[in-house]
């Protein structure tokens, strides 16, 4: 009778063994913030097919699946897979070939960074990115006589950290041909004794830009890929690029297609009446790994150049109230023909004069539309009248866009004006999400740098003491949310990824700290310690 349990005993723990199910991946003993919508924990989870099929204890998900690829994750934290709401990714990797100008403390040293540059590469043409004068002690735009000394032959086009002026010498003037008498609506052209300083703001840069030799496609294949080498390096496992052509679109599709490219990329296509009429014409586009459901839309300039449009003058310059890089007309009609389509639209608006028009627009074409999901990038001063009306558009936001122009933002538009500026937690407090990003490679690419921002509101010197208004400082939880399931919900794929739950994609990171507990100076040194997309580490 003994044996015959025991064989039975047996028998019972076979069928039990035979019954696991298989998967691609299983992760174990892992400190798990799910970010679903009760914001619970999990220690395990199961990949098949490139999506999580189960989330739970590690014992129940032992108990239940069975995989040659079990990793141990050793209590460490894991995340979704963190979502770039705002940024440009092609452009990053191009900068990648370029002269990098990020942390310049003056103009000298602008200067000698592109003869140390040239000295290396002897280009024909020189593009360079990342100056800011605010940063300089004599913080007033720089002039070209320089470079024009120092490269008479050779045209130089660096482009300031916001990527709304660019600092041009005379013979990249001279492609366009470009004089003291040359004018472009929605620009402006800074001169200084009837000479021009080379420096172009907003659409003016085009007088030049639009003569600038194109990206070979082998150049622009390298700086893709560069791109996601980055990205993925820091966690990231979707993209907002905001502002692409066709071409761009069609190479990130064909690189994802051929499984070159395994970054996901939601594709803000540029709003000009080319890509309008190609896109609206053949309707959503969208895969596993690109979604092509939008028009990005420029309202005004950038604040640290003074583009941005202001309703009063700047605090800083009596009787300028920045720029309209598209005039009233455009923007409602081209609203008008989106809010058509099935098509989102997303509009740069810095100013509160810019964030107004495009509310009250954004308003009037969608009447009678629910659930179009509208966003307003940036969002940066917004009069307190108009906070409300973010009732139903999306605040898309950059946190380190505030601790990098705490410094000198007040400066431009006073006192008052700046209580609506970088207000995270009011936009928050309206729409009741909002989507998190970089700007990158405006801003860095480390979004452990923005969920810092969010957070703390300090700069890496944990300067000002306190944060900076901290009344408009996010949560852990929100400011986690808004870089994961609520960029998600912004883009329409909600369903699909932005939280560790059963039927979305497998898109997860491993980090060496809690960021939702630890010291908040430790989170910019927190580490990615790997990436997965679809379940595979990249």
Aim: hydrophobic share 40%.
């Amino acid at each position: 009778m003994k044996k015959l349990l025991s064989i039975l005993a047996i028998l019972v723990l076979f069928s039990c063994e035979e019954q696991k199910q298989q998967a691609d991946l299983i992760v174990t003993n892992a400190n798990i913030y799910t970010v679903d919508e009760a914001f619970s924990k999990a220690e395990a989870f199961a990949v098949k097919d490139g999506k999580f099929v189960a989330v739970g204890t590690s014992e129940a998900i032992l108990s239940s699946y069975e995989s040659d690829s079990i990793v141990d994750a050793k209590e460490q934290v894991i995340t979704p897979g963190l979502i770039d709401a705002h940024c440009h990714f092609l452009n990053l990797g191009l900068g990648l070939n370029q002269v990098d100008l990020m942390g310049t403390k003056s103009y000298e040293e602008v200067v000698q960074r592109v003869v140390d540059f040239q000295k290396e590469k002897n280009l024909e043409y020189i593009l360079g990115r990342g100056w800011d004068q605010n940063d300089w002690e004599d913080k007033s735009f720089p002039n070209k006589a320089k470079l024009d000394t120092l490269f008479p032959d050779t045209p130089i086009a660096l482009t300031r950290v916001d990527g709304h002026a660019i600092l041009a010498n005379q013979a990249a003037l001279d492609l366009g041909k470009v004089n003291i008498d040359s004018k472009i609506d929605g620009g402006e052209l800074l001169a200084e004794n009837d000479k021009l300083t080379g420096v172009l703001i907003d659409n003016a840069e085009s007088l030049v830009m639009n003569y600038w030799p194109i990206s070979t496609k082998k150049e622009a294949i390298k700086a893709l890929l560069d791109a996601q080498d980055k990205c993925f390096g820091l966690g990231l496992t979707t993209v907002n690029d905001a502002g692409l052509s066709i071409e761009a679109i069609n190479l990130i599709d064909s690189l994802q297609q051929s499984g070159d490219l395994k970054m996901r990329v939601y594709a803000m296509a540029s709003a000009t009446q080319k890509n309008l009429d190609y896109f609206i014409g053949r309707g959503i586009i969208k895969t596993d790994y690109l979604n092509v459901c939008s028009f990005k839309f420029y309202a005004d300039g950038a604040l640290g150049s003074r583009g941005a449009m202001l309703r009063d003058p700047y605090s800083d310059k009596p009787g300028h109230f920045g720029l309209l890089v598209n005039d009233i007309k455009t923007l409602k009609e081209t609203a008008q023909r989106i809010a058509n389509s099935e098509y989102q639209m997303n509009t740069h608006a810095i100013g509160d004069s810019a964030n107004h028009a495009v509310l009250d627009t954004y308003k009037e074409v969608l009447n009678g539309k629910p659930n179009r999901r509208w966003k307003i990038e940036h969002a940066q001063i917004v009069s307190q009248e108009d906070f409300p009306k973010f009732n139903d558009i999306i605040p898309s936001v950059q946190p380190t866009h505030a601790t990098s122009d705490m410094y000198w933002a007040e400066d431009r538009v006073g006192a008052e004006r700046i209580k609506g500026a970088y207000a995270f937690k009011d936009l928050l407090n309206q729409y009741g999400k909002v989507a998190l990003g970089t700007d990158f490679p405006v801003e860095r690419v480390n979004p452990m740098l923005t969920f810092y921002a969010a957070v703390a509101r300090q700069d890496l010197e944990q300067y000002p003491d306190g944060g900076f208004q901290m009344e408009n400082a996010l949560s852990r939880e929100e400011a986690l949310r808004g870089m994961t399931i609520w960029a998600a919900y912004s883009n329409f794929e909600d369903h699909e990824k932005g939280s560790i739950e059963v039927g979305k994609f497998a898109d997860f990171i491993i980090l060496d700290k809690d960021i939702v507990t630890v010291e908040a100076v430790d989170i910019p040194n927190t580490k990615v310690v790997e990436t997965y997309v679809g379940g595979e580490k990249q």
